[in-house]
Protein backbone atom coordinates (compact mmCIF):
# COMPACT_ATOMS: atom_id res chain seq x y z
CA UNK A 1 0.00 0.00 0.00
CA UNK A 2 1.28 3.76 -0.62
CA UNK A 3 -0.28 6.52 1.21
CA UNK A 4 0.71 9.84 0.02
CA UNK A 5 1.19 12.94 2.27
CA UNK A 6 1.64 17.10 2.01
CA UNK A 7 -0.22 18.43 -0.32
CA UNK A 8 -2.29 21.70 0.45
CA UNK A 9 -2.52 25.47 -0.78
CA UNK A 10 0.42 27.42 -2.06
CA UNK A 11 0.54 30.56 -3.90
CA UNK A 12 2.55 31.00 -7.10
CA UNK A 13 6.24 30.89 -6.99
CA UNK A 14 6.09 29.01 -3.75
CA UNK A 15 6.93 25.21 -2.42
CA UNK A 16 5.41 22.41 -1.54
CA UNK A 17 7.15 18.95 -0.33
CA UNK A 18 4.92 15.36 -1.24
CA UNK A 19 5.41 12.25 0.77
CA UNK A 20 4.86 8.65 -0.03
CA UNK A 21 5.19 6.00 2.58
CA UNK A 22 5.03 2.53 1.27
CA UNK A 23 3.72 -0.74 2.59
CA UNK A 24 2.96 -3.96 2.65
CA UNK A 25 4.75 -5.80 -0.82
CA UNK A 26 5.88 -1.94 -2.32
CA UNK A 27 9.64 -3.19 -2.57
CA UNK A 28 12.74 -1.17 -2.28
CA UNK A 29 13.76 -2.97 -5.76
CA UNK A 30 11.20 -1.29 -7.84
CA UNK A 31 11.45 2.10 -9.45
CA UNK A 32 9.27 4.37 -7.96
CA UNK A 33 7.11 7.54 -9.59
CA UNK A 34 4.94 10.76 -8.96
CA UNK A 35 1.82 11.44 -11.62
CA UNK A 36 -0.51 14.10 -11.59
CA UNK A 37 -4.24 15.15 -12.68
CA UNK A 38 -5.83 17.80 -13.02
CA UNK A 39 -9.73 18.52 -13.58
CA UNK A 40 -11.08 16.53 -17.00
CA UNK A 41 -7.24 15.53 -17.99
CA UNK A 42 -5.84 12.19 -17.72
CA UNK A 43 -3.27 11.24 -15.41
CA UNK A 44 0.35 12.85 -16.02
CA UNK A 45 4.08 11.69 -15.62
CA UNK A 46 5.75 13.71 -13.45
CA UNK A 47 9.08 11.97 -11.96
CA UNK A 48 10.26 8.26 -11.67
CA UNK A 49 13.15 7.76 -9.13
CA UNK A 50 15.11 4.31 -9.90
CA UNK A 51 15.27 1.42 -7.04
CA UNK A 52 18.46 2.80 -5.63
CA UNK A 53 17.50 6.30 -5.97
CA UNK A 54 20.56 7.14 -8.46
CA UNK A 55 18.73 8.01 -11.25
CA UNK A 56 16.05 10.05 -11.99
CA UNK A 57 13.74 11.31 -14.50
CA UNK A 58 11.61 14.16 -15.15
CA UNK A 59 8.43 15.82 -17.33
CA UNK A 60 9.86 18.39 -19.47
CA UNK A 61 7.16 20.86 -17.71
CA UNK A 62 8.39 20.12 -13.77
CA UNK A 63 12.43 19.70 -14.86
CA UNK A 64 14.26 22.30 -12.67
CA UNK A 65 11.65 23.61 -10.62
CA UNK A 66 10.76 19.36 -8.92
CA UNK A 67 13.04 16.94 -7.25
CA UNK A 68 12.01 13.48 -6.51
CA UNK A 69 14.22 11.23 -3.94
CA UNK A 70 13.19 8.24 -1.95
CA UNK A 71 14.86 6.89 1.61
CA UNK A 72 14.51 2.83 1.39
CA UNK A 73 15.26 2.65 4.82
CA UNK A 74 12.09 4.51 5.61
CA UNK A 75 10.21 3.06 2.83
CA UNK A 76 9.48 6.91 1.73
CA UNK A 77 9.50 8.32 -1.59
CA UNK A 78 9.56 12.19 -1.65
CA UNK A 79 8.66 15.32 -3.75
CA UNK A 80 9.79 18.72 -3.33
CA UNK A 81 8.35 20.94 -5.54
CA UNK A 82 9.38 24.49 -6.42
CA UNK A 83 8.35 27.67 -8.14
CA UNK A 84 5.03 25.89 -8.28
CA UNK A 85 2.49 27.67 -10.62
CA UNK A 86 -1.24 27.56 -10.86
CA UNK A 87 -0.95 25.18 -13.39
CA UNK A 88 1.05 22.51 -11.44
CA UNK A 89 -2.63 22.27 -9.40
CA UNK A 90 -3.94 18.76 -9.11
CA UNK A 91 -4.26 15.42 -7.84
CA UNK A 92 -0.56 13.99 -7.30
CA UNK A 93 -0.52 10.33 -6.86
CA UNK A 94 2.44 8.00 -6.09
CA UNK A 95 3.20 4.72 -7.55
CA UNK A 96 5.39 1.51 -7.70
CA UNK A 97 6.57 0.72 -10.92
CA UNK A 98 6.96 -2.50 -12.75
CA UNK A 99 10.74 -2.35 -12.87
CA UNK A 100 13.55 -1.25 -11.03
CA UNK A 101 14.44 2.14 -13.12
CA UNK A 102 13.41 5.49 -13.47
CA UNK A 103 12.69 4.82 -17.09
CA UNK A 104 9.06 4.24 -16.68
CA UNK A 105 7.05 7.31 -17.63
CA UNK A 106 3.35 5.46 -18.70
CA UNK A 107 0.35 4.99 -16.34
CA UNK A 108 0.83 1.29 -17.20
CA UNK A 109 3.93 0.84 -16.29
CA UNK A 110 2.65 0.99 -12.50
CA UNK A 111 1.39 -1.69 -10.45
CA UNK A 112 0.48 -0.04 -7.50
CA UNK A 113 -0.70 3.30 -7.01
CA UNK A 114 -1.26 5.81 -3.96
CA UNK A 115 -4.79 7.57 -3.18
CA UNK A 116 -3.54 11.03 -4.57
CA UNK A 117 -2.94 14.14 -2.43
CA UNK A 118 -4.22 17.28 -3.60
CA UNK A 119 -1.84 20.34 -4.34
CA UNK A 120 -3.66 23.49 -5.45
CA UNK A 121 -1.50 26.61 -6.60
CA UNK A 122 -3.08 30.03 -6.06
CA UNK A 123 -1.99 32.60 -8.71
Known amino acids: QLQASGGGLVQAGGSLGLSCAASGRTSSNNGMGWFRQAPGKEREFVAAISWGGRNTNYADSVKGRFTISRNNARNTMYLQMNSLKPEDTAVYYC??????????????????WGQGTQVTVSS
Open 95 to 112: AVSRGSTAQAMGVDQYVY
